[in-house]
């Protein structure tokens, strides 16, 4: 670098200082970003809820913030009034009690119902069965719940006890509003597997890429053949149109708040190809030319015949 080239920066440092030192010298806030179902406003809108004081005291839900509103933007996107959130596994009710919280909040910001739902067995994990449910790791009522004091707090979110294979077709007779978020945190093989059949409801039930946490695939001594890894894969395996797959890279379009925690990693979508609106555009504003220079011009996309 030149001589005038140092000057010219050692200035812009110390105008810089100066403007820090200053009280009178404002930050620019931050542009606001309009709503799309789009990593800019995902990322913007997480790092907007996780300033709030509940989502403050509890970092270890931030998840819940990317399911909620992930599965809320996709589904305002493709014209749906009402979506449900559901958490898989609720154990002492703490992160149910987020997404409740949380639900209220996106609700506004995206101008769309969300029903809230929690599946658990009530007295704690079933009895295991053998080395695929990672007895090195879990055991028999393990987790169990206060029922009493958790009804108490929660204001609007519905629970579901029992055994999942039977309350997941009783839950889809209530005809819900289409499932958009679930958070699987059950840990053990054979209910994460009785869990999933959730995913073959009828596509009126669900949007056609339900955003999915997935709490016990990586780490300790989870692996391809147990667990929750080993119900996905056999879930795959059993159905041609309808595959669960990890978002692979997701922390890459997250907030570098977030880049070295390790919940992007267990973040998945089911994918429902047979889905009626799966091929719908999932944005409101499609990138339509891009010139020699790189430059890309959007626009919104025309709009599609729905039927939701």
């Known amino acids: 670098m030149s001589v005038k080239g140092q000057v010219k920066a050692a200035l812009k440092g110390v105008r810089r200082w100066l403007d820090e030192e200053d009280p009178k010298v404002l930050p620019k806030p931050a542009p606001e970003i309009s709503f799309d179902n789009r990593y800019d406003w995902i990322g913007a809108s997480i790092k907007k809820l996780a300033k709030d004081p509940l989502c403050a005291k509890r970092p270890r839900y931030v998840q819940y913030i990317w399911g909620v509103l992930q599965g809320a933007a996709l589904g305002k996107v493709l014209g749906y009034p009402r979506i449900s959130v559901i958490e898989m596994g609720v154990a002492g009710g703490a992160g149910l009690l987020m997404m409740e919280h949380l639900a209220e909040q996106v609700e506004e910001m995206v101008n769309i119902g969300i029903d809230i739902y929690g599946f658990d067995l009530g007295t704690g994990l079933p009895k295991l069965e053998d080395y695929r449910d990672i007895p090195n790791f879990f055991y028999e009522c393990q987790y169990p719940m206060d029922q009493e004091q958790l009804s108490k707090r929660l204001r609007r979110a519905q629970m579901k006890l029992g055994p999942v294979n039977q309350t997941i077709p009783t839950f889809m007779q209530s005809s819900p509003a289409p499932v958009a978020f679930v958070s699987f945190d ?21 949007l056609p890429r339900v955003a999915c946490y997935f709490n016990s695939t990586i780490g300790f001594t989870h692996s391809e053949y147990t667990g929750e890894r080993l119900a996905i894969s056999e879930f795959n395996v059993a159905h041609n149109l309808r595959k669960i797959s990890p978002i692979y890279g997701l922390k890459y379009f997250m907030p570098l708040e977030w880049f070295t925690w390790p919940w992007p990693e267990k973040c998945y979508f089911t994918h429902l190809y047979d889905h009626p609106l799966y091929s719908t555009p999932d944005s409101l504003r499609k990138q339509i030319v891009m010139d020699l220079d790189g430059n890309v011009v959007e626009a919104p996309v025309p709009p599609t015949a729905k039927s939701v």
């Open 186 to 206: 059950m840990g053990i093989y054979t209910a994460t597997k009785d869990a999933l059949r959730l995913f073959e409801a009828s596509h009126q039930f669900l």
